[in-house]
């Protein structure tokens, strides 16, 4: 394989097509914007530009698409006005890709596996063959819809011929146009403006440009990538099955990473989750956007993390919740029906059951009961909880912030806590302690008369 031309030597922009309506989505929001492992489509798209060595995106949008430009910022949008057809999509990206690149690589926002290496292998056949243009080929199983590339004997790019205009010979072709090209940057827009509508569609084929491309003398060619690359998300069907695949990906590289996964089938990953070595995740776990697991983190089952980073040996779950924001140390722990946002556990620290725990740190080693609530919000604004380093707060504490708790403290269980409270004091409030001899039993007593007494009406 040849290798691809270093990045300061050779310019590359990137034009993402995403102006298709997507009508198949049934969807009002467009159709790039639907979101793989947590995140929009296209940008899973950007990231294998920006990994192949583009220096320049831009992504090419619908007029009332100003929801695409705020997802992809800071990647530039243009806007194309109408809906021509491929070729025309391009256009309004000339101002940007015009000028001082030497390829320009073309490419749909709604094919989202498409690989920086594969992309790397398209500028570098483009570079070192010469070629004005280079498409992305590959087999599918059923050929149908897509565009056929027509090979000259010797292997070069002829044309792009699209199904609906294929004479039958051409149809029999089983290598198909993917859609993503790698053009001569210093031609591209040349090209462009000489492309007509006279066809099948009346629309402006960008396919068209490998045939202009040869009247002008240039050669052109193809790379060829594997179909589960190129995958194009059309429908909620296709993105489920994009969805499949994304995690079967991250679960296996979770794996190789030395990470144990009980049921892999189970544990759905975002696009930037990381895990470490030794990891164990239990069945039934979902990571959300922005988390880190260190190495011997441990899972359990049924947990929901997202924001959050976790670190070496710190154990979550059962039925724990982590929410953004949330960082534990080294050997914390957070037990089960346990939500926490904001919030810093320090190494050791341990919130075994039944809490919420927001806006707050706690200390090192400090262990915090059943059923505590940090009260954070007043309906108006949020406010923080300190516990200090190796204090104890009893079960069923409400502590009302902003509070602080000191080092080595003691709450005792029940209690409202609304003032600060001292290093290695006892704080504790609660209602003081009543028991009237023999009175339960007299309360019975006097319910079975009352109850005797109403009873023989109801019968009648
Ligand atoms: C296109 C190719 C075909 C290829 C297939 C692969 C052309 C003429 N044909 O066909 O050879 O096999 O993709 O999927 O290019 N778009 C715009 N503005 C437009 C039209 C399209 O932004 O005016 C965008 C769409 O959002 C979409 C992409 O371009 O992301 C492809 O458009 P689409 O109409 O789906 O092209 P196909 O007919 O599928
Ligand atoms: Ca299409």
């Given at each position: 394989m040849t290798t691809a031309p270093s990045a300061d030597s050779h310019r590359i922009a990137a034009i993402v097509l995403?102006?298709?309506?997507?009508?198949?989505?049934?969807?009002?929001?467009?159709?790039?914007?639907?979101?793989?492992g947590n995140r929009p489509m296209i940008l899973h798209t950007l990231e294998a530009v920006r990994a192949a060595g583009a220096q320049t995106s831009v992504v090419v949008v619908a007029p009332d698409m100003d929801s695409v430009a705020d997802a992809v910022a800071p990647t530039v949008t243009v806007v194309q006005h109408e809906q021509l057809g491929t070729a025309d999509a391009v256009k309004p990206a000339r101002e940007v890709a015009g000028c001082g690149f030497e390829t320009v690589l073309i490419l749909y926002g709604d094919t989202p596996f498409i690989s920086a290496e594969t992309l790397e292998a398209m500028v570098a056949l483009r570079a070192n063959g010469e070629h004005g243009v280079v498409a992305l080929g590959f087999r599918p199983k059923r050929p149908g819809a897509y565009g056929r590339l027509v090979l000259s004997?010797?292997?070069?790019?002829k044309a792009i011929v699209e199904a609906k205009d294929a004479t039958a010979a051409q149809s029999n072709i089983g290598l198909c146009n993917s859609g993503a090209m790698a053009v001569d940057g210093t031609i591209l827009f040349e090209l462009i403006d000489q492309v007509?509508?006279?066809n099948a569609s009346g629309e402006y084929y960008l396919t068209d440009i490998v045939e202009i491309a040869c009247r002008q003398g240039r050669t052109c060619g193809v790379v060829e990538a594997d179909p589960d690359e190129l995958l194009g998300i059309n429908s909620r069907a296709e993105l489920a099955s994009a969805e499949q695949i994304f995690q079967q990906k991250k679960r296996s590289a979770a794996m190789e990473g030395g990470a144990t996964l009980v049921d892999p089938e189970t544990v759905w990953f975002s696009h930037d989750t990381v895990i470490g070595q030794d990891v164990i995740i239990e069945p039934q776990v979902i990571f959300g956007p922005g988390v880190a697991l260190a190495d011997n983190v441990e899972i359990k089952a049924f947990s929901h993390i997202e924001g959050a980073t976790v670190a070496n040996g710190a154990v979550v779950g059962p039925f724990a919740r982590l929410r953004p924001a949330t960082s534990l140390q080294e050997g914390a722990r957070v037990g089960n029906f346990v939500e926490v946002k904001a919030a810093l556990l320090k190494s050791g620290a341990k919130v075994a059951h039944l809490a919420y725990i927001g806006d707050a740190e706690i200390g090192t080693e400090a262990n915090i009961g059943a059923g505590t609530i940090t009260c954070n919000y007043d309906g108006f604004l949020k406010s923080r909880t300190i516990v200090g380093d190796g204090a104890f707060i009893g079960s069923n504490t409400a502590l009302v912030a902003p509070v602080t708790i000191g080092k080595g403290a003691i709450v005792g269980a029940g209690s409202t806590i609304a003032a600060d409270v001292a290093e290695d004091a006892l704080a504790l409030t609660r209602a003081e302690h009543t028991a009237i001899p023999r009175a339960a039993a007299k309360f019975r007593d006097r319910k079975k008369a009352e109850k005797a007494k109403q009873a023989p009406e109801k019968k009648g």
């Open positions: 995403g102006a298709g309506k997507g009508n198949r989505m049934r969807s009002r929001l467009p159709k790039v914007l639907h979101r793989i004997e010797s292997g070069e790019l007509g509508n006279e």
